[in-house]
């Protein structure tokens, strides 16, 4: 048994004599052999409310209706402070049988609010025809549960004006666009449901309500619409729609949480995500595989979503099933295996309430190696210490995750010459702790600038870890100019980005600047742009937003990406840190860095 | 259900005429309930029974209806309706505020059978102020003499003025600087934090809610019901309470969520019961406002800000005022109804819509009052028609 | 006239006003220092003026000094937040004096 | 050549050389603050440049202000005592600074 509807509100007079009916209150059977019986129930039985005498339910029909006769002392009896209306609460419940103690704790009571006015019923002629066929305000609408079985789920008629206009005639008659399992029972004037329904079919009746009153002379019509809302049920089995396959390939990403391929199971009923504890159409899932290689390695990950139906735009369930990886795969992993899972819609009653996935899983091994390519990279000897030379990669190492690979410079030649040994300083290699590729920059000016240094080759050594898998490749730094063009040595290197001017900036030799200058971006925008002015030891890489392994070695080779200090002027701060966009020209000093229009006199104390 | 509150103050519960110890009952001035958790403390047969009380609605919904069921609470249950932690109401802006509503909801939430749709406010009701209609009224007028409205040939942006008026008092402008920095700061991004949120969201919130509480309402209002004449003037006006952190959040929960989670918070509770109580339609007033008091929608709106109920305008359209909350009703199953039902009471709430346009254009602005059929629990897919008199 | 001394002036203004490049029409009162710091001078600062006049030339230095106490802010206002004319907000600091000093 | 920061600068001089008005040959040492203090500037300062270059004006104010904190004096030698060339003792404080700041 349960209500349709859990609220009903109507209104009360002074002067409504003992026996009038007020409302009626509906429940719906679960089961056929059901018999509703219907009674007032109190939140506490030593204490009831005053008015509680007042009123009776039908015990069968579940008439709300009067004990006695509403009096003007009854309504100041009532202290709420109020001068028009008062409001009483009751609740109802409704139980399979008879029972003594009418208690509503615990059992899920309808609440009933009637306002009760400090006046006498309006009569015949200041009642209008739509007080007369419908209540004031209706409450809530009726949820019927699909599947169950016929029956009345509301009285239409308003029974507080029963006998207001006894020469009137009203009857009602219920209408839908669509067709509807619905009618009115001439008799009772109960809005009846004349057949189980489906919520698959239809979630929602828009029926339209029309009450007829006829006078001697004139019949008049009132409409009002009702929705009658169809609450689900499992009552539809899982389905596939399509394959129960899907064929994967791990290979580059092997990190643990990685997700690989999609497998969808349908299901026509609603999976409500809200409340959570609800244990409607509820799913789980079991790994059928006794593999422990298989357990400790993969996990389904099941995710659903709502979907609207194409036909008839009725709501159901989509579940999106993945593959998940539950740890880092090594790179010498290299196996193929056939998962299955079997998905269980735990609280379908029938007997075909689950689907088995299969998921083909080939998992490819990875092999640390550069591409065969001699890497070539050019460096005139008046780089500056920080200037970038290059990236190193192993082959595909973009796509890598779920492991590491580390690069390390080494001579090729073991037993060159102690002198030829310290040009090797000149460069050095280093890797931000989540990029994949290896920075080569000029660590040494002083090797740079011999001129018995020469052509420089290294062995650049790429390790994966935790599998120690090595690879090399052979890479060949030419450097341009000649040994004695290059600037003194032990030349002291500043921040380009101190520089204001490009005439400064140009002459200046900065921390990291590859042609031993620094470089000028003019900026041309009005207002704070990305495309501020600033001198840049590179402009290829500084700045772009982005504080890389070898800037932030040390912020003033290119504060305008890695500053975390504070910027004064028109400026907007990078992501994580830097400047992403600045007002005229950036510079910075090694605390605080500045972004203003040009032409700045020194400020001289004047007064 | 829909609780029309005709009454200055409502007794939503039953009221019992027996003797008790605590005093001949009788209408008396409810006491905050601070105060009447100190009285009951007080005197040994209440307090005693305040614990058990409290007992009973510890634990999950479950538990707390089979307990509530028991001899204790309901012998618990029955003293305390005649306490005056039975009717005690609470102050906004108090001292002690999150206290007493603590202590009104260990009790109200005893006497109330299961979850209610609108549940009735703690606070004291919020008597419709002359000097705010009279505010609402001059809000374009006072701001006119600095409002580049007035002046001939200047664009009007009175959300700007709002702002200017804002920057030029020093409480509102430290305040409002402070919850900007907080909101507008996103959080760096961490690659080992799965779905993290762009900002630190609760100290955003708590910011928006000292704002409020702490600068005039002659200064924070109009920050927020500005009227617009264009779109650029109601883009400033969304952005007022930074909603890319205060309001928004990387997944959209569901609206019952969004309600359960604001219910299991005490302050966040009060502050829906309060919206829900002053910003229902209702149908036989003017103003579709309870009482036709516009600030009572109002300051129980802006009670929401900061909470996990924090409503904002949906869009910047400068004309049509759709105000929405952060929530979808997909995926409720047969709770979508009232899940709906929920959310119509922020994107289609007449009243609401009213009380911001009339603080926004005064009166001169003559403000259209939208006069829709009140809402049902929920609304009728159309209102009533009268079909001409068929022939006899 | 007697100079007026060392003190805190305000002036109301829109933030693209302030010359920081930020553009909105928000208004916000700008408070600065301006005002004279002769009372607070010492022999040092007769001895600027008096070498920046001659002195320094005299020496072969060009140096520039400043020859008396400058009328600065001896604290600023906390931050100042703004929504700029693309809706977008601003956290600025160190914009308006809170108190000036010699 | 970049500016250098504001720091102490020496200068041997005559204490007659000092313009304070005393006539003594005897010799001291003077230190002094100068130098650039653009890297303390704050919002203020760029907000102060812009109102003195148009600003002001605009907004019909006739204001001086230093657009720029200033390379001063944070401390200052103690007293000096010299006998002038009419064999008499004289003492005078702040003349010379003990350590310079922006």
């Known amino acids: 048994l349960y209500f349709p509807q859990n609220e009903y509100i109507e209104t009360v007079y002074v002067g409504q004599p003992a026996g009038t009916p007020i409302l009626q209150v509906h429940a719906m059977l679960d089961s056929n052999s059901e018999r509703p019986h219907f009674y007032l129930c109190w939140t506490s039985n030593l204490r009831r409310p005053p008015y509680s005498s007042w009123f009776s339910l039908d015990i069968h029909t579940g008439i709300l209706s009067l004990n006695k006769t509403l009096e003007e002392s009854d309504f100041t009896l009532q202290y709420q402070k109020s001068w028009s209306v008062k409001k009483l609460f009751l609740q109802a419940l409704v139980l399979q049988d008879f029972t003594k103690k009418s208690q509503c704790s615990g059992r899920n009571p309808i609440r009933i609010t009637l306002d009760f006015v400090n006046a006498t019923m309006p009569q015949c002629a200041q009642t209008d025809m739509k007080e007369l066929c ?17 029956g009345a789920l509301r009285q239409l008629r308003r029974l507080t004006r029963l006998n207001v206009c006894p020469n009137y005639t009203i009857s009602y008659n219920v209408e839908s666009e669509t067709p509807a399992p619905f009618a009115v029972n001439e008799n009772t004037t109960e809005l009846v449901v004349t057949a189980p329904l489906d919520r698959e079919e239809s979630e929602r009746y828009r029926l339209l309500l029309v009450c007829s009153v006829r006078t001697e002379t004139v019949i008049t019509k009132v409409e009002t619409s009702l929705d009658v809302f169809v609450n689900d049920e499992d009552d539809n089995s899982p389905y596939m729609n399509g394959t129960d396959t899907a064929d994967i390939i791990i290979s580059f990403n092997r990190t643990m949480g990685g997700s690989f391929g999609n497998l969808f199971v349908f299901d026509r009923d609603l999976t409500p995500i809200f409340p959570i504890a609800q244990s409607h159409n509820r799913y789980d899932g079991t790994l059928l595989n006794s593999d422990p290689w298989i357990k400790n390695t993969f996990d389904i990950k099941d995710t659903f979503s709502e979907k609207k139906a194409a036909r008839g735009g009725i709501r159901e369930t989509v579940h999106n099933y993945k593959l998940v990886l539950k740890r880092n795969l090594y790179v010498t992993e290299n196996r193929t295996l056939q998962l299955d899972y079997l998905v269980n819609d735990t609280t379908y009653p029938g007997l075909e309430g689950t689907v088995v996935l299969h998921f083909n899983v080939t998992i490819l091994p990875i092999h640390i190696q550069f591409s065969n390519v001699t890497h070539m990279f050019t460096l005139t000897r008046r780089a500056s210490v920080y200037a970038q030379v290059g990236r190193v990669c192993v ?29 090797y300083t000149a460069v050095s290699i280093t890797q931000a702790p989540d990029e994949m590729w290896g920075l080569l920059y000029v660590n040494d000016t002083e090797a740079l600038r011999r001129p018995e240094c020469q052509d420089l080759q290294y062995l650049v050594v790429a390790q994966e870890e935790p599998t120690k898998q090595e690879a090399s490749t052979q890479i060949h730094i030419i450097l341009d100019s000649e040994a004695n063009k290059a600037n003194p040595v032990n030349q002291q290197f500043l921040s380009c980005a101190v520089n204001r001017r490009r005439a400064d900036c140009e002459s200046a030799r900065g921390l990291g600047a590859t042609t031993g200058r620094c470089q000028w971006r003019q900026g041309s925008e009005k207002g704070i742009s990305e495309k501020y002015s600033t001198c840049s030891p590179d402009l290829r890489t500084c700045p772009d937003s982005f504080c890389d392994a070898v800037e932030s070695k040390d912020t003033s080779i290119c504060p305008q990406d890695c500053t975390k200090g504070s910027v004064v002027g028109g400026h907007e701060r990078g992501l994580r840190n830097g400047i992403q966009a600045g007002y005229g020209t950036c510079y910075c000093y090694t605390e605080k860095c500045f972004c203003e229009k040009e032409d700045i006199e020194e400020a001289i104390c004047d007064d | 259900m829909i609780l029309i509150s005709t009454l200055t103050l409502v007794f939503v519960l039953d009221v019992c005429v027996c003797d008790s110890e605590l005093g001949a009952p009788g209408w008396r001035e409810p006491l905050d309930c601070v105060r009447a958790s100190e009285l009951c403390n007080q005197n040994s047969q209440c307090s005693s029974r305040y614990r058990i009380m409290r007992q009973c609605l510890s634990g999950g919904d479950k538990e707390r209806s089979a307990m509530l069921a028991s001899k204790e609470c309901q012998g618990a249950l029955e003293v305390l309706q005649d306490s005056p932690l039975y009717d005690c109401r609470c102050k906004r802006g108090m001292k002690k505020e999150l206290q007493c509503l603590q202590n009104y909801w260990s009790i109200h939430m005893g006497l109330t059978e299961g979850e209610e749709f609108y549940e009735t406010s703690p606070y004291e009701p919020i008597h419709f102020s002359e000097e705010f209609r009279h505010a609402s009224i001059i809000s374009d007028s006072s701001l006119s003499k600095m409002s580049p409205c007035s002046e001939a040939g200047k664009p009007c942006n009175p959300c700007l003025d709002a702002a200017k008026a804002c920057n030029l008092n020093e409480t509102c402008k430290r305040l409002r600087s402070a919850y900007n920095s907080i909101c507008s700061k996103a959080t760096p991004p961490q690659p080992s934090v799965a779905n993290q949120e762009p900002c630190s969201r609760k100290r955003c919130q708590k910011a928006l809610r000292q704002f409020f509480e702490r600068v005039s309402w002659e200064l924070s209002y109009p920050l927020l019901f500005c009227s617009c004449p264009d779109q650029a003037c109601a883009e400033r006006r969304r952005r007022t309470i ?49 009482h036709d008091n516009y600030h ?88 009533p028609i009268i079909s001409k008199p068929a022939p006899s | 006239r007697r100079p007026k001394p060392c003190s805190l002036r305000e002036l109301e203004l829109t933030v693209s006003e302030l010359g920081l490049g930020y553009d909105s029409d928000e208004t916000v009162l700008l408070r600065y220092c301006s005002g004279k710091c002769t009372a607070h001078r010492h022999n040092y600062d007769i001895t600027m003026e008096h070498m920046m006049r001659s002195g320094f030339r005299q020496k072969g230095r060009k140096d520039k000094v400043s020859n008396g106490p400058c009328c600065r802010p001896t604290a600023f206002e906390k931050d100042f937040s703004f929504l700029d004319n693309k809706s977008r907000y601003h956290t600025i600091q160190n914009v308006s004096a809170k108190n000036c000093g010699c």
């Not at chain 2, 969004?258 to 007033?285: G, K």
């Open chain 2, 296 to 383: 009572g929608c109002l300051m129980s709106y802006v009670g929401l800000l900061g909470s996990d109920v924090t409503p904002n305008y949906s869009d910047s359209s400068p004309s049509n005022i759709t105000i929405s909350l952060w929530c979808t009703c997909r995926a409720t199953g047969s709770q979508e109804p009232e899940c709906e039902a929920f959310h119509r009471d922020f994107t289609h709430n007449t009243c609401l819509k009213n009380a911001i346009q009339s603080f926004g254009y005064g009166s001169e602005g003559g403000t259209l009052l939208v006069t829709e059929p009140s809402s049902t629990f929920l609304p009728p897919a159309q209102p």
């Open chain 1, 134 to 150: 419908f209540p004031h305000r209706d409450t809530s609408n009726p949820h019927i549960m699909e599947n169950r079985f016929p």
């Open chain 1, 395 to 423: 082959e595909n190492c973009q796509q890598f995750d779920g492991f590491s690979v580390t690069y390390r410079l080494e001579v090729p030649d073991k037993n060159v010459s102690a002198d030829m040994q310290s040009c």
């Open chain 2, 242 to 290: 930074v909603p890319s952190c205060s309001h928004q959040e990387r997944h959209k929960p569901s609206c019952l969520e969004l309600r359960r989670t604001c219910r299991s918070d005490a302050l966040c509770r009060s502050r829906l019961a309060d919206f829900h109580m002053n910003c229902q339609m209702t149908s036989h007033t003017v103003t579709s406002c309870p």
